[in-house]
């Protein structure tokens, strides 16, 4: 474990730089010895600052910190690392788990991901879909983000199911701001908080769009809620098409829309279109009738017919002779069936909770104990003005300064471009070109054609818009 952070400490989370070093020397201990002997071959100069400062003894004290305040460590090499995890390209190599272990391996979760700001109609279909699948008994999975996000978590508590929110930043970082009551019930729930990060790393957009292969990752299927072109619920879309997920999108409200072009090439590449929670249920019933709960579910609506219903409507067509036992033999008792303990129904008024505005203070005091290398000064919070906008039971989201949009100022996506601007090419052109990895160069070319700076064209190629 000491060794994981320690490279941690180096290259960050989601980096998948680790994965090759590990594979180069055949071990985190074997890779870290190396790099604290003067071994720095495979580092890379960006690095050189973040070794300098890098020690075992900073991975010691946030081991201590975690175990003294309830937040397990899980290593991809542990029993209890997330399978459906361990099988995702570049998986987390540790986790930060602060709640159930074991709602990580639900046999039977659905990430559910879509806009921070949703329309109406967004909104509607989050609430049908959410709150069907968690009175069902799905584990949902989401981003702890406002919008869609705080719908999908907000449901699964109603229903006193676990959910898994997936964090951009450090488990330390109440982001969004005041989310630390809905993190709380989450885990009273039975679910779990979880990050990649260090546990006072801040937000960044690079943690945005990792984190998004965590929430697929850890699901057997992905549903897409009022996502469009600009959405970042579209990279979602694509790590779950990429791990081989099961991928859901609702319709848009207009098809014609240019806006929502991506979502109708995927429903016409094959992605299931959601009109309701019926659509997810149905295509998992099959194969996880024995976890998912059909009591209040119509079976109008069902396409296969529960078993218990089956058996209720088959005929008998005759009553069986019951001959007398002998006098001499003795009839033998029939064997005791083992009965099953019954599946606990969902409760038919639910107990809705919503998170407070009011700021509560924070239940661990990490500042004392976090390594003082990733503590940065708190920015002053600028005064109030002097005619505030009345609270709602919605809470409104204030982006923080440190997450903006693209910026040509990042050095690969500045190659990128200069790449496609001596013409049209493809991924794997400029991968070789380049040097960097499958995934992310998805993800750039994915952020460049949102900020509308390049567009796909037949043949899997992209050019300068």
């Known amino acids: 474990m000491e060794y994981y952070l320690y490279l941690l400490q180096i290259f960050g989370g989601g980096n998948p730089l680790i994965h090759k070093i590990i594979e180069l020397y055949g071990s985190p201990q074997k890779a870290v010895k190396a790099i604290i002997s003067g071994d720095l071959s495979a580092v890379g100069a960006k690095y050189m600052g973040a070794v300098n400062t890098a020690s075992l003894k900073t991975s010691e004290m946030i081991i201590s910190y975690c175990k003294n305040n309830s937040i397990d460590i899980i290593t991809i090499d542990d029993e209890s690392y997330p399978v459906r995890l361990k099988n995702i390209f570049n998986p987390p190599v540790l986790l930060f788990v602060h709640g159930n272990l074991k709602s990580l391996s639900a046999p039977l979760s659905i990430s559910i991901v879509g806009p921070r700001k949703p329309t109406e109609y967004g909104r509607e279909l989050a609430h049908n879909i959410s709150n069907g699948l968690s009175r069902c008994g799905i584990a949902t999975v989401s981003g702890l983000a406002y919008g869609i996000d705080n719908i999908v978590h907000n449901a699964a508590i109603s229903y006193k199911m676990p959910t898994i929110g997936v964090l951009a930043c450090g488990i330390t970082i109440e982001y969004p701001e005041h989310s630390f009551p809905l993190r709380r019930e989450i885990i009273k729930n039975g679910g779990a908080i979880i990050?990649?990060?260090?546990?006072?790393?801040?937000?960044?957009?690079?943690?945005?769009?990792?984190?998004?292969?965590?929430?697929?990752?850890?699901?057997?299927?992905?549903?897409?809620?009022?996502?469009?072109?600009?959405?970042?619920?579209?990279?979602?879309?694509r790590h779950a098409f990429e791990q081989d997920r099961e991928l859901f999108f609702t319709i848009p409200e207009s098809t014609l829309d240019p806006e929502c072009s991506a979502i109708i090439r995927y429903l016409r590449d094959g992605a299931h279109p959601v009109y309701d929670f019926y659509d997810i249920v149905n295509e998992f019933y099959g194969e996880y009738e024995n976890v998912?709960?059909?009591?209040?579910?119509?079976?109008?609506?069902?396409?296969?017919?529960?078993?218990?219903?089956?058996?209720?409507?088959?005929?008998?067509?005759?009553?069986?002779?019951?001959?007398?036992?002998?006098?001499?033999?003795?009839?033998?008792?029939?064997?005791?069936?083992?009965?099953?303990?019954?599946?606990?129904?969902?409760?038919?008024?639910?107990?809705?909770?919503?998170?407070?505005?009011?700021?509560?203070?924070?239940?661990?005091?990490?500042?004392?104990?976090?390594?003082?290398?990733?503590?940065?000064?708190?920015?002053?919070?600028?005064?109030?003005?002097?005619?505030?906008?009345?609270?709602?039971?919605?809470?409104?989201?204030?982006?923080?300064?440190?997450?903006?949009?693209?910026?040509?100022?990042?050095?690969?996506?500045?190659?990128?471009?200069?790449?496609?601007?001596?013409?049209?090419?493809?991924?794997?052109?400029?991968?070789?070109?380049?040097?960097?990895?499958?995934?992310?160069?998805?993800?750039?070319?994915?952020?460049?054609?949102?900020?509308?700076?390049?567009?796909?064209?037949?043949?899997?190629?992209?050019?300068?818009?």
């Open 195 to 237: 990050s990649e990060l260090l546990p006072d790393v801040k937000c960044s957009p690079e943690y945005f769009r990792t984190r998004n292969r965590i929430i697929s990752g850890l699901s057997n299927g992905t549903c897409i809620i009022n996502g469009n072109n600009k959405s970042g619920s579209i990279l979602t879309a």
């Open 292 to 465: 998912i709960d059909a009591t209040f579910l119509d079976k109008n609506k069902m396409l296969y017919l529960p078993k218990a219903k089956a058996k209720e409507e088959t005929l008998v067509k005759t009553v069986p002779e019951v001959k007398p036992a002998k006098a001499e033999e003795k009839p033998k008792p029939s064997p005791k069936k083992e009965e099953k303990p019954l599946k606990p129904k969902a409760p038919e008024n639910p107990i809705v909770f919503k998170v407070k505005l009011e700021h509560t203070q924070q239940d661990i005091n990490y500042r004392d104990v976090t390594p003082e290398r990733f503590l940065k000064k708190s920015k002053p919070k600028p005064a109030p003005k002097e005619n505030p906008k009345p609270v709602t039971e919605e809470i409104k989201e204030t982006k923080p300064e440190e997450i903006k949009e693209v910026s040509d100022e990042n050095p690969v996506y500045e190659r990128i471009l200069q790449e496609l601007s001596k013409g049209a090419c493809t991924p794997d052109h400029i991968m070789e070109v380049l040097n960097i990895s499958y995934g992310e160069i998805f993800d750039i070319l994915t952020d460049l054609e949102i900020s509308e700076k390049i567009e796909s064209i037949p043949g899997g190629r992209y050019k300068l818009k």
